[in-house]
Structure formats: structure tokens, C-alpha cells
């Protein structure tokens, strides 16, 4: 995201720009909560098809679409001051965009750690799932007041509803079609993990604002301070979480990215039920009875690998898990001492082989698999 939002345009006239299409739904939002005249139409059926420019564009034509025309020294006055309401307003909206939105989230540890933005990967998914299955936050269609009469929105209300519900609405469709349900790459996962964090922020914000204006029926809305659902806070408890994961007893040296032949054969392990012995009672269990192994599509070792590791992390920590995990790894050594065993017998007997065939004369080529078998017994 860029740090500045606003600039001049060739009038002089302070306007909006950006080239990130995710910073338009923001100044949108702040503008459509702050300033009182701001009414722009936003239907994602036609706002998905233009470039942030154009975006732009259309809410700038909206700020000024109810300035006093130029033409006399009384009006011009009235421009003026209209002008100056509007300059006031973008400059607290560049504050407000600096302080809650340019590089608040840091993203730093999961770009130098594949392991990390697969394990968020999954668990924001998986939270994710759980916020689509509800409905999002609407506006009732009239209040009643503590002794139960209704009471009608006042037109600035009935305004902010038509114009914050297709906020609500663009934002929502925004994610659903550009999100990313299941990325291959860690360049995929970052982009995904970032659009989840914009639509999480989006919801939980449209949630306080919502219960604020009901709670505040009769004030003007656009006096209030804007309530903002504070994304850093919630990633740093992730990263918390992850530093934790890390730092517990590391007992996973033993597989190996290299090996494709081993990831594939974890993989399946980690999807079967498994006989394990607990306190004297035998039991069938999987390591990771939760897991959406459905999620995952394979391009590489890699991204196999990666997700292993994501199985095991997000597993309950418990005696069961850590007896699987011993499992899994003697079964794995049991398989590579019998295939290295299978193998040094094969060597040994073409070793035989050869020194039996030294001494039978070619002629005698058809009889070879004879003479050997009977040297050999």
C-alpha cells in the first residue's frame, strides 16, 4: 500500500488517489461514515470491472458533485468554505489511513518462513469458514425506543444505510471472487492470507459500526469517531502462537523435504487411523482427527512437506498425538531397514551370480538360470 492517499489535481483542488483497488473500500468507507453530503452508488457488478483509478475518479466527482457554482463573489465565498469542509475532511482521512491502515500488519515472518504461512494459511481458512456461515451485519429496518414505540430514520440515517449497506455488500463480493480458496505456492498463500485479514478486518468493523448507530439512532453519524476492528492485535496473537509451536521440543528432524517417497507416505499415514495403546487400553485414532486434508493440492514435494507439518502443528498437544508421532517415526525406520535389507540381499546374490558365471562356457547360456540355482541350494 502506498503512504499517501491524496493529492492535488490540475484545479488545485484536493482529491483521492491510489493504485491499490483494497484502499478504495477504505477511503470509501471513511468518506461514506465522515462526510455528511457523500453519496456515490456502489454496486460491485459494475465496480468489479473498474481499475482503482477509475474508482477513484468516481468518488472524487461524488465529494465535489454538491459544490456551489463559481459564478458570483456570494457563491464563491460558499465554494470556498465548501472546499475547505472537504480539504479538512481528506486530510483526517489520510491521518486515519496512516494510523490504521499503511503497514500496520506485519507480514515480515511469514514471508521468510514457509512453515508459518501455511500454518496461518490453514487456521485463518479455517476460521474464515466459520464467519461465512453467518450472515452479515444488517441494518434493522426501524428502532423502538425503551417503551416500545418505533421510531422512524431520520434522512441522514436513511443516506448512511443505503450507502454503508453497499459497502458492506461490494466488500463481501470483493472477496469471494478474487480470494484464493486453494493456493499451491507460498507467493499464493501470502496474497490469501492478506485478503482474509482485509475481508476479517471488513466484517468485524461493519459489526461495531452497525451496534454503534443502533445504539446511537439519533445523533448525526458522521460526528462520531469511525470504531475499527484492530487487525495487527489479531495477527499478533497468531505470531505468538507460532513462536510457541517453535520453541516446543522439536522431535520432526527425521523427515526429510528431499524425500518425496517419505512425504507421500507420511501423508497417507496422517489420513488413517492408527492402533495405539493408552494406558493399558487399546484404541484406533487418528493424529489429526480435525484436519481438512481435502484443502491441500499438491504441485510439488514441497508444498507436501509443508502441509505435514501443518497437520502436526495444529494437533491437539496430548498424549495420543505424541504416541502417533513416535509411531509414525519407528514405522517409517522399520520400512527404510527392510528396503535397505531387500536391497543388500539383492547385491549379495547378483554378487554369487557373477562369480558362478565366470566359469560356465557361453554355449551353455540356456541352462544359466539351472546351473545357478543349483550352485546356489
Given at each position: 500500500m502506498e503512504k499517501?492517499i491524496?493529492?492535488r489535481d490540475?484545479?488545485g483542488k ?6 491499490n483497488f483494497?484502499?478504495c473500500?477504505?477511503?470509501y468507507?471513511y468518506?461514506?461514515?465522515k ?7 456502489l454496486y460491485?457488478?459494475t465496480?468489479?470491472?473498474?481499475l482503482p ?8 466527482k ?12 456570494k457563491?464563491n ?6 472546499k ?7 486530510n483526517e482521512l489520510q ?7 499503511f503497514?500496520?500488519?506485519d507480514?515480515?515472518w511469514?514471508k521468510?518462513d514457509k512453515?508459518?504461512c501455511m500454518?496461518?494459511?490453514y487456521?485463518?481458512h ?11 451485519p444488517k441494518f434493522?429496518?426501524?428502532?423502538i ?5 418505533r ?5 441522514c ?6 450507502n454503508?449497506?453497499r459497502y458492506i455488500?461490494?466488500?463481501?463480493d470483493?472477496?469471494?471472487?478474487n480470494?484464493?480458496?486453494a493456493p499451491?505456492?507460498?507467493k499464493?498463500?501470502?496474497f490469501s492470507?492478506?485478503m482474509?485479514?482485509?475481508y ?7 459489526q ?16 462520531y469517531?469511525i470504531a475499527y476492528f484492530y487487525r495487527n ?6 505470531k505468538?502462537?507460532w513462536i510457541r509451536?517453535c ?7 527425521w523427515?526429510n523435504?528431499?524425500?518425496e517417497?517419505?512425504c507421500?507416505w507420511?501423508w497417507d499415514f496422517l489420513?488413517?487411523t492408527?492402533s ?6 487399546k484404541?484406533?485414532?487418528?493424529l489429526?482427527n480435525?484436519?481438512?486434508f ?9 508444498e507436501?512437506?509443508l502441509?505435514i507439518?501443518t497437520?502436526i502443528?495444529?494437533a491437539?498437544k496430548?498424549e495420543?498425538?505424541?504416541?502417533l508421532?513416535?509411531t509414525m517415526k519407528?514405522?517409517?525406520?522399520q520400512?527404510?531397514?527392510r528396503?535397505s535389507n ?11 551370480c557373477?562369480?558362478?558365471m565366470k566359469d ?5 547360456d540356456?541352462n544359466n538360470s ?5 550352485k546356489l541350494?
Amino acid at each position: 500500500m502506498e503512504k499517501t492517499i491524496i493529492a492535488r489535481d490540475h484545479e488545485g483542488k484536493l482529491i483521492v488517489q491510489t493504485k491499490n483497488f483494497y484502499t478504495c473500500f477504505i477511503i470509501y468507507d471513511y468518506l461514506v461514515n465522515k462526510v455528511r453530503h457523500f453519496y456515490m452508488p456502489l454496486y460491485y457488478e459494475t465496480v468489479r470491472y473498474d481499475l482503482p483509478i477509475d474508482f477513484c475518479r468516481s468518488i472524487n466527482k461524488a465529494l465535489y458533485s454538491k459544490a456551489p457554482k463559481e459564478t458570483n463573489e456570494k457563491k464563491n465565498s460558499k465554494y470556498s468554505a465548501f472546499k475547505k469542509v472537504i480539504e479538512d475532511k481528506l486530510n483526517e482521512l489520510q491521518q486515519y489511513y496512516e494510523k490504521y491502515h499503511f503497514n500496520k500488519i506485519d507480514f515480515s515472518w511469514l514471508k521468510s518462513d514457509k512453515k508459518a504461512c501455511m500454518w496461518l494459511w490453514y487456521n485463518l481458512h479455517t476460521d474464515m469458514e466459520l464467519v461465512k456461515t453467518k450472515e452479515l451485519p444488517k441494518f434493522k429496518k426501524w428502532l423502538i425506543d425503551k417503551e416500545g414505540r418505533r421510531i422512524d430514520w431520520l434522512c441522514c440515517h436513511k443516506a448512511y444505510i443505503a450507502n454503508y449497506t453497499r459497502y458492506i455488500e461490494a466488500m463481501r463480493d470483493y472477496y469471494v471472487e478474487n480470494q484464493i480458496l486453494a493456493p499451491t505456492s507460498h507467493k499464493e498463500r501470502l496474497f490469501s492470507i492478506q485478503m482474509m485479514f482485509n475481508y476479517l478486518s471488513h466484517y468485524k468493523t461493519a459489526q461495531i459500526r452497525i451496534n454503534r448507530f443502533e445504539y446511537g439512532f439519533y445523533h448525526d453519524m458522521t460526528k462520531y469517531n469511525i470504531a475499527y476492528f484492530y487487525r495487527n492485535d489479531l495477527i499478533e496473537s497468531y505470531k505468538k502462537n507460532w513462536i510457541r509451536i517453535c520453541n516446543s521440543k522439536n522431535t520432526l528432524d527425521w523427515i526429510n523435504k528431499s524425500n518425496e517417497k517419505q512425504c507421500r507416505w507420511i501423508w497417507d499415514f496422517l489420513q488413517k487411523t492408527h492402533s495405539i495403546t493408552i494406558l493399558g487400553e487399546k484404541d484406533y485414532c487418528r493424529l489429526n482427527n480435525y484436519f481438512l486434508f481435502g484443502l491441500f493440492e499438491f504441485i510439488n514435494n514441497e508444498e507436501r512437506y509443508l502441509a505435514i507439518f501443518t497437520v502436526i502443528y495444529t494437533a491437539q498437544k496430548n498424549e495420543i498425538t505424541d504416541n502417533l508421532l513416535k509411531t509414525m517415526k519407528k514405522l517409517w525406520l522399520q520400512k527404510e531397514r527392510r528396503a535397505s535389507n531387500k536391497a543388500k540381499n539383492r547385491k549379495t546374490i547378483k554378487k554369487q551370480c557373477d562369480h558362478i558365471m565366470k566359469d560356465v562356457p557361453p554355449e551353455n547360456d540356456d541352462n544359466n538360470s539351472n546351473i545357478i540355482e543349483s550352485k546356489l541350494i
